[in-house]
Structure formats: C-alpha cells, structure tokens
C-alpha cells in the first residue's frame, strides 16, 4: 500500500509540516507501507481557474501523485477557520484522483477554537469524489507546538494513533 504524506503550508517554519514530519518518521521506522511526500512549497502550482491550469505540468505532477497513491494525508495549516488556500487549490486541482481513496487530516492551527475547520474540505471530497474520510485527525492548537524543539508527547501520542487508524481504514478499504 502506497501512502502520500502532501504539506500543504507554504510557510518555511511550518507547524503542519513538522506533524507530517511527525508521522512520516513514524510509519518509516514501522515500515510497513510505501511513503511517498509532497511539499506544495516545491510545486509551484498555478491558481485553479478551471482551464488551462489543469494542463500546467505542476498540476499534472500533483495529479499523478494522487493517483499513485491508495491513500493520503494532508497536513494543513489552519487559518480563520479553514484548511489554507493552497490546500484547497491543490485539492481544485487534483481532487478527482482521490476518488473513493482514504483520506486524513493533520492539523496546526494558531488557536484552540478552529478544531471543527476541516469539516467543510471534508464534506466536499465526500460529496463529490467518493473519498472516505477518516473520522479522527489531529488538531494541534497554538500551545501545542512550540516554536522551537520537539513535539509534545500528547501531540506524538495522538499522531501515533491517527497513523495507526489511518493505515488500518486504507488497508480495509484497498484490499476490498
């Protein structure tokens, strides 16, 4: 089973980005399944306008990504009460290969109150792509991330049994 890990911040000290990290070291040294990462940093994507950026090679690139993959885990920043925008343009983008694929959540926010913030992104791939959404992810608030050293072992704790739970949903779901 193949697992994309896709850092949505574009921010170069990105909180999002050390959860994915978090999770990708994590299943490494389990080694159970086939990571693969991509950081939307590096990709450049255009801005969806529901034309010629679906023929742009980074939108192509994205789009071959998701459907290498069986299932996939979106680490996002939160801001004002949403996933980031490039988040949701990649997803405008290359939405349609997650169909009927597992997908999960890590979450950074600034604040504790925005813990309902991928519901919306959530209820959208569902409705129009089929995709199957695992019902735990991780929300970590301002307070649970420092700004600097290592990730607290709540916030390791709950990456450990998203990680766990996420595998074992995509498991079920690719080998029925």
Same mark, same amino acid.
Do not use: H
């Given at each position: 089973m193949k697992i994309l890990i896709v850092s949505c911040s574009l921010h170069a000290d990105s909180k999002s980005r050390r959860l994915a990290s978090q999770l990708e @070291?994590?299943?490494?040294?389990?080694? *159970?399944?086939?990571?693969?990462? !991509? *950081? !939307?940093?590096?990709?450049?994507?255009p801005p969806c306008d529901g034309g010629a950026a679906y023929g742009d090679p980074a939108?192509?690139?994205?789009?071959?990504?998701?459907?290498?993959?069986?299932a996939?885990?979106?680490?996002?920043?939160? $801001?004002? $009460?949403?996933?980031?925008?490039?988040?949701?343009?990649?997803?405008? !983008?290359a939405g349609r290969q997650l169909t009927e694929k597992v997908v999960g959540f890590l979450c950074a926010a600034g604040g504790d109150h925005s813990y309902? @913030?991928?519901?919306?992104?959530a209820n959208s791939l569902m409705l129009d792509f089929r995709t199957i959404i695992l019902p735990r992810f991780v929300y970590a608030g301002g307070d649970d991330i420092p700004e600097s050293g290592e !990730?607290? @072992?709540?916030?390791? *704790?709950?990456i450990a049994q998203f990680g766990a739970e996420f595998q074992r949903l995509a498991r079920a779901i690719h080998t029925a």
């Open positions: @070291s994590l299943w490494r040294t389990d080694g *159970d399944v086939a990571i693969a990462t !991509l *950081d !939307l940093r590096e990709l450049a994507l939108t192509q690139r994205l789009q071959e990504a998701f459907t290498a993959a069986d996939v885990v979106f680490a996002v920043p939160i $801001y004002n $009460y949403d996933i980031n925008a490039a988040a949701k343009n990649a997803i405008e !983008l309902m @913030s991928v519901m919306a992104v !990730l607290s @072992s709540e916030i390791c *704790d709950r």
